[in-house]
């Protein structure tokens, strides 16, 4: 396998803002926001039905991932922020073995414009096998 493929459907909301602390026995601890964490299992679905339907296994040699965002209006959104819900996102569904340097050596961004009726983020995941 050269290439990984997936869409995530969206708008993604940011993992870092927002967050919520709540009490658990008599000790505050800090969540995501209840709009994150929906979108979050909503889009842990739709990764994994995408991975059976394309038959996907973890891509272990990494070389390079894009995500390529379409936004559902102008509203200023910080990339690095986004990007992290995505990454985490790819762990969890055991796409990728973890996000830190040592297995994603390159990651780009990109903002490719506004799509009002499918906001999404693309994921391209190339490994070593891919000599391009």
């Known amino acids: ?47 994994r039905i995408q991975t059976v339907w394309h038959k996907l296994q973890r891509v272990e040699d990494i070389r390079l991932i894009t995500i390529k965002f379409y936004w559902p209006d102008k ?23 973890d996000d830190c340097w040592k297995f994603v050596p390159k990651l780009v961004l990109i903002s490719s414009g506004i799509d009002k009726v499918k906001p999404r983020a693309e994921v391209e995941i190339d490994d070593q096998s891919d000599n391009n």
């Not at 658990?24 to 929906?38: E, M």
């Not at 509203?75 to 073995?97: C, F, H, P, W, Y």
């Open 1 to 47: 396998m050269s290439k990984v493929e997936l869409t995530i459907p969206g708008p993604i909301p940011s993992k870092k803002n927002s967050k919520q602390i709540i009490t658990v026995r008599g000790r505050p601890i800090i969540i995501s926001s209840k709009k994150y964490l929906a979108w979050n299992k909503m889009a842990r679905g739709s990764v």
């Open 75 to 97: 509203r200023r959104r910080d990339l690095s922020n986004i990007a992290e819900g995505v990454m985490d996102l790819l762990v969890e569904t055991k796409i990728i073995q």
